[in-house]
């Protein structure tokens, strides 16, 4: 409420009331977004909800009630952009997977759908990056050091969370017994709808030790010890594996993967049974209405466990019946797969469950059972197909594969990009494809309009309104109407200008930055993304390399001068990846000091990529490159931040580039390579 009054208000704001811009500024900013692994989507209509979310929402500030509180700090005698270069990037996942989950936080409070964003509340997030000596050099995240003014503790609402113990079958049905306990404290941040009265929440879990942990050490002397073991369980929310497209395989990994599912799983459950408005007493006792209240969307395998974890409580605690059980199971549960990269699919040691999470090894082990029967009685004898089908992979390491387990477990399985769903059923998931080709879809994924144009680059975004009025904003489909305006001199020259303000103010930072100097008037070439090799920097490295030596072979020749920029970061045990990195900032080193090349060429690297970076760079490039090798990128969401923005997309026929290419007309892109 105090936000859309402040929102609405004529801004002559006395320094009275000033006093209440803290509060009215927490109470509507949007996170940054590699944050959830699980989104929870509840119903109003229906609970859409899940962990699984990677959360890198960038900062809150300058989201939500922007202009009055400019206004306010104004007369406060301080600078809205100065205060926002202060504010920590929440970044809370790893590339595209946590930008993604908040995009799409963002996205369903606009359309006013009650969901929930559930993931880990990481103390160190994805590390920065320090370029010394050319080389990438990751350094701690401390995000939280000054505190972080948008979520707000719930402790009224901490869960526990098991793990090890050994598994008892009795006469009163199975039990999980002898577990140590890990606390999961959910810390909230509202994610507010843009421009309408929904304010959705994303719950972000971190781990506490109990306080009777370790308590039989006490009685022996080991009081200091014992409480240093504390740290034990409360490292499980302490840092961010910084692995994108990489499966680590660490016993820690796996416990945050289950530290979250459970917490949420236990959070969904306690806010179904408690259907009276305002109760925290159980009311519903049966779970028939679940699936029709509850969908729980998997971002990825990394909250797979959601499954064998629902499983483990409908039959060990309500004390449903297996078939029952699985019925709710499958119905909630719905899974997104977002790459085909075999060395990132998650496949977990036997030997760990086998320890860490007992009764889920267990029940993933009937759930495999009950399958193969299953595809045993429709392709009777063809048992070549069962060992592919199977969750367990046999082999020196037994492991459960948890792409199986989520397409077993979901009533519905989608990619994030027509080529890359295309490629999942004919490829990756052929079998399963042809088993239940039923539940097999594509969603493509989107970008939110209100970060990634009207935040970063408001001169644009106002002149569209202009034109064409602000409904845009809310709803894409309306930048149909910026046709009539091809041949309109007025516009075009208006865009133009806006995109020479933008490479001037980013030029501006560069060289504070970066300490180079460059033509803000050169063409704008810019490569930001994950440093992978299947996304082909070394490939742009190359065509540097060629053009300098063009320039180089004949000097007095007219060139368009180019500022190639690379940015993103390395996951610190790839190798090849840090050498992509060394590669690129040693050809800016000879480049960018040839006097005979000038201003006409150079490259940066540009350090520490993030979503507040990424702010600055995409409204000023001229030149997006989206080149990865044909059928490896799943879908990528860069492309569409560019395009939005005004650059042009110079990329292969991969991944969102194909329907873009579709969308605006191949003859707008510069298409390459494979088909």
């Not at 700090?73 to 590339?95: K, T, V």
Request: proline share 4%; aromatic share 10%; hydrophobic share 40%.
């Amino acid at each position: 409420g105090d936000v859309a009054v402040l929102d609405q208000r004529e801004v002559e704001v006395p320094v009275e009331a000033l006093l209440q811009v803290g509060h009215v500024l927490h109470a509507g900013q949007a996170p940054h977004a590699d944050l959830l692994p699980l989104l929870e989507v509840r119903q109003r209509q229906r609970h859409r909800g899940g962990p699984g979310w990677a959360g890198r929402d960038g900062r809150r500030e300058g989201g939500t009630p922007a202009n009055a509180c400019d206004e306010a700090i104004y007369q406060l005698g301080l600078d809205m952009e100065e205060l926002q270069e202060i504010e920590e990037d929440a970044g809370l996942g790893n590339g595209g997977l946590g930008r993604l989950a908040a995009c799409f936080l963002d996205s369903m409070a606009t359309l006013g759908l009650a969901a929930y964003g559930y993931g880990i509340r990481y103390e160190f997030g994805i590390f920065n990056q320090k370029i010394l000596g050319g080389w990438q050099v990751e350094e701690a995240d401390d995000w939280l050091r000054y505190g972080n003014p948008w979520e707000k503790a719930r402790p009224e609402y901490m869960i526990p969370v098991h793990f090890y113990g050994h598994v008892q079958h009795g006469e009163g049905g199975v039990k999980w017994a002898d577990t140590q306990v890990v606390l999961a404290l959910p810390y909230d941040t509202p994610v507010p709808g843009y421009r309408n009265n929904t304010v959705n929440t994303m719950r972000l879990w971190s781990a506490r030790a109990p306080n009777e942990f370790n308590l039989k050490d006490f009685n022996v002397g080991g009081y200091i010890q014992a409480v240093l073991d504390r740290n034990l369980a409360e490292n499980i929310s302490r840092v961010l594996y910084p692995n994108d497209n990489f499966f680590e395989g660490k016993e820690l990994r796996l416990k945050q993967e289950y530290f979250v599912v459970a917490a949420t799983l236990q959070d969904i459950i306690r806010r179904f049974k408690s259907s009276k408005f305002g109760s925290r007493d159980p009311v519903r006792t049966s779970f028939d209405a679940f699936p029709d209240k509850v969908a729980i969307q998997l971002n990825d395998t990394h909250p797979s466990l959601a499954i064998p974890e629902l499983m483990r409580i409908l039959m060990d605690i309500e004390k449903l019946d297996w078939d029952k059980a699985w019925d709710v199971t499958v119905r909630t549960c719905a899974y997104t797969n977002h790459t085909v990269l075999p060395e990132a699919l998650e496949r977990w040691p036997v030997h760990l469950f086998e320890t860490l999470l007992p009764r889920h090894l267990e029940i993933i082990y009937e759930i495999n059972q009950r399958f193969l029967d299953r595809v045993y009685a429709t392709f009777p004898g063809d048992l070549d197909r069962m060992r592919r089908m199977s969750m367990v992979e046999e082999g020196s390491v037994k492991r459960i594969n948890m792409a199986h387990l989520c397409i077993v477990g979901s009533h519905a399985v989608n990619g994030v990009a027509w080529i890359h769903s295309e490629i999942l059923k004919a490829t990756v998931f052929k079998d399963f494809y042809e088993f239940e080709p039923h539940k097999f879809q594509n969603k493509t994924n989107g970008i939110t309009p209100r970060r990634w144009l009207v935040l970063c680059n408001p001169g644009l975004a106002e002149i569209i309104a202009e034109r064409i009025g602000e409904d845009y904003i809310s709803d894409l489909d309306q930048l149909k109407k910026l046709l009539n305006f091809v041949d309109d001199e007025g516009f075009i020259r208006d865009v133009a200008k806006i995109k020479q303000e933008n490479k001037l103010k980013f030029s501006v930072y560069l060289e504070k930055e970066y300490k180079v100097k460059i033509n803000p008037n050169s063409l704008f070439d810019v490569q930001v993304k994950r440093i992978h090799e299947y996304k082909r920097q070394l490939l742009n490295c190359l065509h540097v390399i060629t053009l300098y030596n063009r320039i180089k072979r004949e000097p007095n020749k007219h060139f368009v001068p180019r500022t190639v920029m690379i940015g993103g970061k390395a996951a610190p045990g790839y190798h090849m990846a840090k050498m992509i990195i060394k590669l690129v900032t040693a050809i800016g080193d000879i480049v960018n000091h040839d006097p005979i090349v000038g201003d006409r060429l150079k490259m940066i690297f540009l350090e520490n990529y993030r979503v507040s970076l990424a702010e600055k760079v995409i409204p000023a490039a001229d030149l997006s490159e989206q080149i990865s090798t044909a059928g490896t990128e799943a879908s990528g969401t860069g492309n569409m931040k560019f395009m939005l923005n005004g650059a042009l997309t110079i990329g292969t026929m991969d991944g969102a580039n194909v329907e873009m290419a579709e969308e605006a007309g191949e003859q707008n892109l510069f298409i390459f390579g494979m088909r």
